[in-house]
T-cell receptor
Framework: AQSVAQPEDQVNVAEGNPLTVKCTYSVSGNPYLFWYVQYPNRGLQFLLKYITGDNLVKGSYGFEAEFNKSQTSFHLKKPSALVSDSALYFCAVRGTGKLIFGQGTTLQVKP | DGGITQSPKYLFRKEGQNVTLSCEQNLNHDAMYWYRQDPGQGLRLIYYSQIVNDFQKGDIAEGYSVSREKKESFPLTVTSAQKNPTAFYLC??????????????FGPGTRLTVL
């Protein structure tokens, strides 16, 4: 079965500390993986994607993600969190004929 | 929100009414999508279209209908057959269809509430 799991409903981190938002996936074949961010009552904004090549992908707003094929994971990271990073984050994988989204992880960055 | 507009921002529907949500894009993208977002459930695909005058059902198409008469427009009608339509609806587009590796660009959303 094709699926995406974001095991944490919420991640709390202090401003200035590193953050990680976890994502694991299950698809057949080579995965195409995406991260999006959503601010309250807004649409999703694309952050980054993994298609092929380097396992460390750099994206918008200082975010990066590490693709790990053996662990079927694609965790989102940032070296130093900002209060303005507080939002809802979605991981997605290209499935058969559609993009499959995780349930989302709320990131709360406290001053 | 990347060249995709959705209107209205808020919509209220009475029981038994059909309502139409507008989605327009000026990105010259071939593919367009409609998603429904409910709290804690992520995004679920309602319909998508890869080309004008063609569209495909997604995972939760029952009670919804779409049309794609122009490349830039992909309106969604929520019919009275949709049992629980209260949700946040998101329109998206991409250069090519869902089998590609192109990212999707999202509109700002329409919040539909059934009174």
């Amino acid at each position: 079965a094709q699926s995406v799991a974001q095991p944490e409903d919420q991640v709390n981190v202090a401003e200035g500390n590193p953050l990680t938002v976890k994502c694991t996936y299950s698809v057949s074949g080579n995965p195409y993986l995406f991260w999006y961010v959503q601010y309250p009552n807004r649409g999703l904004q694309f952050l980054l994607k993994y298609i092929t090549g380097d396992n460390l992908v750099k994206g918008s707003y200082g975010f990066e993600a590490e693709f790990n094929k053996s662990q079927t994971s694609f965790h989102l990271k940032k070296p130093s969190a900002l209060v303005s990073d507080s939002a809802l984050y979605f991981c997605a994988v290209r499935g058969t004929g559609k993009l499959i989204f995780g349930q989302g992880t709320t990131l709360q960055v406290k001053p | 929100d990347g060249g995709i507009t959705q209107s209205p921002k808020y919509l209220f529907r009475k029981e038994g009414q059909n309502v139409t949500l507008s989605c327009e894009q000026n990105l010259n993208h071939d593919a367009m999508y409609w998603y429904r977002q409910d709290p804690g459930q992520g995004l679920r695909l309602i319909y998508y279209s890869q080309i004008v005058n063609d569209f495909q059902k997604g995972d939760i198409a029952e009670g919804y209908s779409v049309s794609r008469e122009k490349k830039e427009s992909f309106p969604l009608t929520v019919t009275s057959a949709q049992k629980n339509p209260t949700a946040f609806y998101l329109c998206a587009s991409s250069i090519a269809g869902p089998l590609s590796y192109n990212e999707q660009f999202f509109g700002p959303g329409t919040r539909l509430t059934v009174l």
